[in-house]
């Protein structure tokens, strides 16, 4: 028998192995699964995913159009000036800078490089599944720790849950699903309280929306803490989720780790020049925040004329208190053609609503008003 036998031999049992173990995993139902998910209707209202309405930047529609010679090579020269670019805008190197598709491919790639049976992961419950949700396939034990009487992130609890088996400390900020925030100050307490061999990922995909003067990016405390990154989309302000572009910026280690686990050239031709006039203009991401914000304080004003409870939002979306199970609520705004955010099983009675134009907005208060009339809503309250 030759060498080169006992070689392939060797090769087929360890893929053997390989197969079996990875059948044997428990199945965790991917994050909103699109092949999962009901067929929207045409011409419906779409209030579900927190997506911006008012779409890319019209420099980003013009660099689509222009990206079609290039379509068929690898892009790798505009994937670096992409790079540079968030390096520039964030006063770091490239070295400190990593892409994903979506900010969801980096959130498993955290998982992947920092959990494993003997690490844990310690997040908010509720907040955004990925990190949660990923971690279940690498057999990593969850640490929900519960929000806040205000539905914020309760960091010391979460700081104490913290310990030398915990790989990855999860911080979605401002919060999805309920929009709160946590301050400049309960963070920076934050980092210095968790041990440096947690990696601190804090979740900024909703960032440009949060006005609240208490409330920073965690980028600042990265030179001081290795052990912190932030993770950013391009599916919000910028008007991109469908396109699938997310970053990293952290210290050049813990990227490193990371860029090991991404899939190889991630990036699309489309997509990177998108981006990269969508990063210099400045004024579209100006006016798609002053939009939404401002429709987002116009819903809220309204939902407080009729008593209606809801959790002050700095995202682009807002959560209402219904007083009962959302579900049959969904249901009703869905025969009215306009779809709304999912249940959440630990908040069954919140109903999420993502902020659209102001049309779109008042529609779905036009139709909440219907479902159920401002005398419920007062008596419930």
């Known amino acids: 028998m030759t060498a080169a036998t006992n070689s ?22 991917p994050l909103l699964d699109a092949a999962q998910r009901k067929p929207t209707p045409a011409g419906a209202v779409r209030l579900n995913f927190n997506e911006n309405p008012y779409g890319p930047s019209p420099k980003a529609r013009a660099a689509l159009a222009d990206c079609s010679p290039i379509a068929n090579r690898y892009p790798d020269e505009a994937y670096g000036q992409v790079i540079a670019a968030l390096a520039q805008k964030y006063n770091v190197r490239s070295e400190n800078i990593l892409l994903g598709c979506g900010s969801t491919e980096i959130l ?21 599944e990925a990190v949660l949700d990923y971690a279940r396939v690498l057999h990593s034990n969850a640490v929900p720790i519960p929000l806040t009487v205000d539905h914020r992130h309760d960091l010391p609890k979460m700081a104490a849950a913290c310990t030398s088996k915990t790989g990855v400390a999860y911080v979605c900020n401002p919060n999805n699903p309920t929009g709160t925030i946590v301050t400049r100050d309960e ?9 440096p061999s947690a990696l601190i990922v804090v979740d900024e995909a909703y960032y440009d929306f949060a006005d609240d003067p208490r409330y920073s990016s965690a980028v600042e405390f990265i030179p001081a803490h290795p052990n ?11 008007g991109m989720a469908g396109m699938r572009l997310g970053y990293a910026i952290g210290a050049k280690e813990p990227i490193a780790r990371l860029r090991e686990q991404l899939v190889q050239d991630n990036g699309n031709a489309a997509v990177l020049q998108a981006a990269l006039v969508s990063l210099a203009d400045n004024d579209h991401v100006a006016s798609c925040r002053a939009q939404l914000n401002g429709t987002r304080q116009w819903l809220c004003a309204e939902l407080t004329k009729d008593s209606r ?42 109903l999420r609503v993502t902020i ?26």
């Open 187 to 195: 963070l920076a307490a934050f980092v210095q309280a968790v041990p």
């Open 108 to 128: 498993r790639a955290v998982d992947d490089a920092f959990l494993d049976p003997s690490k844990n992961v310690v997040a908010a419950a509720p907040t955004f």
């Open 356 to 381: 659209g134009t102001q049309p779109e907005t008042e529609s779905f208060l036009a139709a909440l008003r219907e479902i159920a009339p401002v005398r419920s809503a007062r008596a419930a309250a």
């Open 8 to 29: 392939r031999r060797e090769f087929s049992r360890i893929v053997a192995q390989s197969l079996a173990a990875a059948f044997a995993a428990p199945h965790v139902p």
């Open 309 to 350: 409870p809801f959790i002050p939002a700095q995202a682009n979306f807002v959560m209402l208190d219904m007083g009962t199970d959302v579900k049959p609520v969904i249901e009703q705004f869905r025969a009215r053609n306009i779809i709304v955010g999912r249940r959440f099983a630990a908040m069954p009675n919140f």
């Open 228 to 238: 912190v990154i932030v993770a950013r989309t391009f599916s919000k302000i910028y």
